[in-house]
C-alpha cells in the first residue's frame, strides 16, 4: 500500500530532513491534532480547504517514517470510510474494516450505539425504562436553579487522539511512550506555533486529566 498520487509531489521534510525521534512526535502530533480539529464525517472532509494544506504535510512526515521505519510499512492503513491512511498497530495489520483515528472511527462508533439504543427502546423493556428514566428528568430539572452556570467551553482536540499519537510514536521509536508525555509534548507543540492563549491550553491539560485521554 502507498500513499495517495496526489500527495506524491510532496517529499520535502522541513530543513535538514528528519533526524530524531522526538521530530516525529512533535510534528506528527501536531499536524494530527490540527487536522483532526476540521473533521466532518463525509467521504471529503481533508480533501479542500484548510484541512487539505495540513494533509499534505501531514502525508510528508508520514512518508519520512516509513521510509526510515521501512518495518512500519505493513502497519500502514486507509480509513474505510474517508480514505485518508494512518498508522494502525501491528494486530490489526492487514485489515481492511478500519476507520481513522481522526473522527470516524468515533463517528461510527457513536452511529452504532445509537442504533442500539433505537432497537432497544422499542421493546417493552425498553419503553419501560424509557418512562422511567423522562420521570426522573422531569424531577431533576424541577429541582435545578433557575440561574445555571455557564458552560466551560469544549476541547480543542478530543482526549482519544492522545492515545492515538502514543501508539504511533511507541511504533516509531520502539520503546514504551506514555499518554501523559504525549499530551505534554502536544501542548508545548501547539503553544509554540500560538494555537491558542496560555490559559486556554492550561484549561484543556485540565480537562484531559480530569477526564482521561
Not at 516509531?172 to 491550553?201: D, K, T
Amino acid at each position: 500500500m502507498s500513499l495517495a498520487s496526489r500527495h506524491r509531489s510532496v517529499d520535502r521534510v522541513g530543513q535538514g530532513g528528519v533526524k530524531k525521534h522526538q521530530y516525529y512526535k512533535r510534528d506528527t502530533g501536531f499536524v494530527v491534532i490540527k487536522i483532526q480539529a476540521h473533521f466532518q464525517f463525509s467521504a471529503d472532509w481533508y480533501r479542500q480547504g484548510e484541512v487539505c494544506t495540513l494533509v499534505k504535510q501531514y502525508y510528508v512526515v508520514l512518508r519520512s517514517v516509513l521510509r526510515t521505519r521501512s518495518h512500519l510499512r505493513r502497519c500502514l492503513s486507509r480509513c474505510r470510510h474517508c480514505r485518508i491512511f494512518f498508522l494502525t498497530h501491528p494486530r490489526n495489520a492487514g485489515r481492511r474494516d478500519l476507520r481513522c483515528p481522526f473522527g470516524c472511527r468515533e463517528a461510527h462508533r457513536r452511529q452504532r450505539s445509537i442504533e442500539r439504543s433505537v432497537a432497544y427502546y422499542t421493546t417493552e423493556e425498553g419503553k419501560a425504562k424509557k418512562k422511567i428514566q423522562n420521570g426522573k428528568r422531569v424531577q431533576g430539572e424541577a429541582r435545578a436553579p433557575a440561574n445555571h452556570p455557564l458552560r466551560e467551553a469544549p476541547l480543542d482536540f478530543q482526549a482519544g487522539i492522545v492515545g492515538y499519537i502514543a501508539m504511533v510514536a511507541r511504533l516509531i521509536e520502539g520503546r514504551r511512550v506514555s499518554e501523559e508525555e504525549i499530551l505534554q509534548m502536544v501542548v508545548r507543540a501547539m503553544r509554540q506555533h500560538s494555537m491558542a492563549r496560555r490559559r486556554r491550553m492550561d484549561y484543556v491539560v485540565a480537562q484531559l486529566k480530569k477526564n482521561g485521554p
